[in-house]
């Protein structure tokens, strides 16, 4: 199985690298592109691949965590590197266009990860993250993870 993950996203990586190459691509390609990227984004997470981060991330990357606080590129690399994410499994991953070099992908998300003031993140969070294309490349500049659990 582990043989299996590991070619899945090797694959995936060289599909990135021949879209990241290619020119803006039209809408239906776009959609592809982007939710090939985010998946290979989570795989980084979930195999400690923090080369293939710090490709991805932008310079200024952000993100808002499921606790509300506000984290940068290093704590996305030292929690990939520490291993804290034990899953990562999207579903429902929708690419929405904002102009020709920027779109934005949510999904919904099964986490499993140490985060927060109860030392776990919650399972299950609805992702948003912010894409730009700059330099032939797609990477990921916002994210934000909210939980999906009842208001109270």
């Given at each position: 199985?582990?043989?299996?993950?590991?070619?899945?996203?090797?694959?995936?990586?060289?599909?990135l690298?021949?879209?990241?190459?290619?020119?803006?691509?039209?809408?239906?390609?776009?959609?592809?592109?982007?939710?090939?990227?985010?998946?290979?984004?989570?795989?980084?997470?979930?195999?400690?691949?923090?080369?293939?981060?710090?490709r991805t991330?932008?310079?200024?990357?952000?993100?808002?965590?499921?606790?509300?606080?506000?984290?940068?590129?290093?704590?996305?690399?030292?929690?990939?590197q520490?291993?804290?994410?034990?899953?990562?499994?999207?579903?429902?991953?929708?690419?929405?266009p904002i102009?020709?070099?920027?779109?934005?992908?949510?999904?919904?998300?099964?986490?499993?990860?140490?985060?927060?003031?109860?030392?776990?993140?919650?399972?299950y969070?609805?992702?948003?993250?912010?894409?730009?294309?700059?330099?032939?490349?797609?990477?990921?500049?916002?994210?934000?993870?909210?939980?999906?659990?009842?208001?109270?």
């Amino acid at each position: 199985m582990k043989k299996f993950i590991f070619h899945f996203a090797m694959v995936n990586v060289s599909l990135l690298a021949a879209f990241a190459q290619s020119p803006a691509p039209s809408s239906s390609m776009l959609e592809r592109t982007l939710a090939a990227n985010s998946s290979a984004f989570a795989q980084a997470l979930l195999h400690n691949d923090v080369a293939f981060l710090r490709r991805t991330l932008t310079g200024d990357f952000e993100q808002i965590n499921s606790a509300g606080r506000v984290e940068g590129d290093e704590e996305i690399f030292e929690a990939a590197q520490n291993g804290e994410f034990h899953e990562y499994s999207q579903y429902n991953v929708r690419v929405l266009p904002i102009t020709e070099d920027s779109a934005v992908v949510t999904y919904d998300c099964i986490v499993s990860r140490p985060e927060g003031d109860a030392g776990v993140a919650p399972r299950y969070q609805h992702i948003s993250e912010l894409w730009l294309h700059d330099d032939g490349a797609w990477r990921l500049r916002f994210l934000q993870a909210t939980p999906n659990r009842p208001v109270d």
